[in-house]
């Protein structure tokens, strides 16, 4: 038969599986930098006993056959979608980033009885519930562990313990270039350009930085999370997001004077309404786990009705911590045991989303020199804000905590302080 114009064909070079070892045979659909990762790892799977399965990449989707791959190229790598979806697979893993065509071939895949490992998280937000549900009416499984935090895999665990892990509210580190950004400062004392500089000398940003330093990637974070907890699905433009471009290492110092430092936190509490949630640098003292995110470290903390403070940390994302998830999965997946993802659990409502009252931690540049702790006292209890701790003064500027206070009653009060005192303030959360 003649090769479909966009497809490369391979001699299949893997030898027979050992003895008591199953061969699982699988499906690429993308070889981008994760897919890749999975072909190359692919082969050394088989040296865990504990696994139990040796893989063998079938065949691969892509859009370009004539790209270089840095991996070893499956025996068949097509454009064509049709010619891909003839495959003969124990497990199609998908790693395209949109939502379609991923959508698409991932329904008709699972419509087959075809297990199917995603790590597309706009997939997993958008549609998760209801590929969820078509893979459980054909009696197989989606699995998605390597969308959220595809290093931090604790999505498997929270599977395995439903009800007891119920999530009523969350605290995270999701975007590993603000942390490192931030945790850079932190301990070189540098600029927020030397830090950004240094991020993207390492590989550590996207193209458009501004996903990443603007909090938008960390929005779309809260809503994947939000939709995996099975709280219903969040739109990430209704959420508060700030970024973390104002921030510079005077800023990490007084936070370290008043006994923490500031982190790039995703916040969420389930309420009977909806959710409350903000996305944006936060003051959290030292002794909270997301305070010890060092680098470019991922983490999520969580609590529920019965569990309080479970906390799970790694590093939040890289090609081969994501391709090493996907396997996993795939385990998972071809494995009798465990049929069913958890823990999305059906479609649920749209959220309406509140911004939390919490302490804040402001900024204060004095038109002059700053004035000492108890005069600032005065004058933020003259617009109704109680300061409950200062930083030494760093010559016209302080550093002030400020008492639980909505967003709106902080705005307002900031803005009359500056058009009586020329008082400038920039504040951000502050968590206990
Ligand atoms: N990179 C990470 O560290 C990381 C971590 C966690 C999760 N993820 C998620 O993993 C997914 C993949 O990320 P990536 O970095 O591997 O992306 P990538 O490098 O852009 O790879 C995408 C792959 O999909 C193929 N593809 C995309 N659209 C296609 C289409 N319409 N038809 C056929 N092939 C198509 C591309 O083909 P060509 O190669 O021919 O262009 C490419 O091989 C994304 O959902 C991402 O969010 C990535």
Redesign the pocket.
């Given at each position: 038969m003649l090769a479909d114009p966009g497809t490369l064909e391979r001699s299949d070079l893997v030898a027979a599986p050992a003895s008591g070892t199953r061969t699982v045979r699988i499906g690429l659909?993308?070889?981008?930098?994760?897919?890749?990762a999975v072909a190359r790892l692919a082969p050394e799977a088989a040296r865990l006993a504990t696994a139990a399965v040796r893989f063998r990449v079938a065949g691969a989707?892509?859009?370009?056959?004539s790209?270089q791959r840095r991996c070893p190229l499956p025996p068949r790598v097509t454009?064509n979608?049709e010619a891909f979806l003839r495959g003969h697979y124990d497990v199609v893993i998908e790693?395209?980033?949109?939502i379609e065509?991923a959508r698409t071939i991932v329904a008709r895949l699972l419509g087959r009885g075809i297990p199917v490992v995603t790590?597309?998280?706009?997939?997993v937000a958008a549609h998760g519930a209801e590929l969820v549900a078509l893979a459980a009416r054909r009696g197989t499984t989606l699995r998605y562990e390597?969308?959220a935090l595809?290093g931090v895999p604790f999505l498997g665990a929270l599977g395995e313990r439903p009800y007891v892990a119920e999530v009523a509210r969350f605290v995270a580190v999701v975007n590993g270039t603000s942390n490192f950004i931030l945790s850079t400062i932190a301990r070189e004392q540098c600029s927020f350009a030397d830090a950004l500089a240094r991020a993207e000398q390492l590989g550590l940003t996207e193209p458009d930085a501004s996903r990443d330093l603007d909090g938008l990637d960390a929005a779309d974070k809260l809503a994947l999370l939000a939709s995996l907890f099975g709280w219903g699905s969040a739109a990430p433009a209704d959420v508060e997001v700030r970024g973390i471009r104002e921030l510079g290492a005077d800023d990490l110092a007084a936070a370290r004077q008043l006994g923490g430092t500031i982190k790039p936190v995703v916040w969420a509490s389930r309420t009977e309404a909806g959710i409350d949630a903000f996305v944006g640098p936060a003051f959290v003292e030292l002794h909270h786990p997301l305070a010890a995110l060092a680098g470019a470290l991922s983490g999520i903390q969580f609590s529920g009705r019965y569990v309080t403070d479970l906390f799970f940390s790694g590093p939040g994302?890289?090609?081969d911590i994501?391709a090493a998830t996907i396997l996993d999965d795939a385990v998972e997946a071809v494995s009798s045991t465990r049929r069913f993802a958890k823990p999305i659990r059906k479609a649920a409502p749209r959220l309406a989303l509140t911004a939390p009252e919490t302490e804040w931690l402001v900024r204060v540049r004095f038109p002059g020199v700053a004035p000492d702790e108890t005069a600032a006292h005065t004058l933020f209890a003259g617009v109704g804000l109680a300061v409950t701790g200062a930083n030494d003064t760093q010559g016209a500027v302080r550093w002030l905590r400020i008492a639980r206070t909505p967003r709106a009653r902080l705005t307002g009060a900031l803005r009359q302080l500056l058009h009586t005192h020329r008082v400038d303030c920039y504040a951000i959360r502050s968590l206990r």
């Open positions: 659909a993308g070889l981008g930098n994760v897919g890749q989707l892509v859009r370009d056959v790209r454009t979608p790693t395209f980033g949109a065509p790590a597309n998280k706009s997939l390597a969308s595809a994302a890289g090609p994501t």
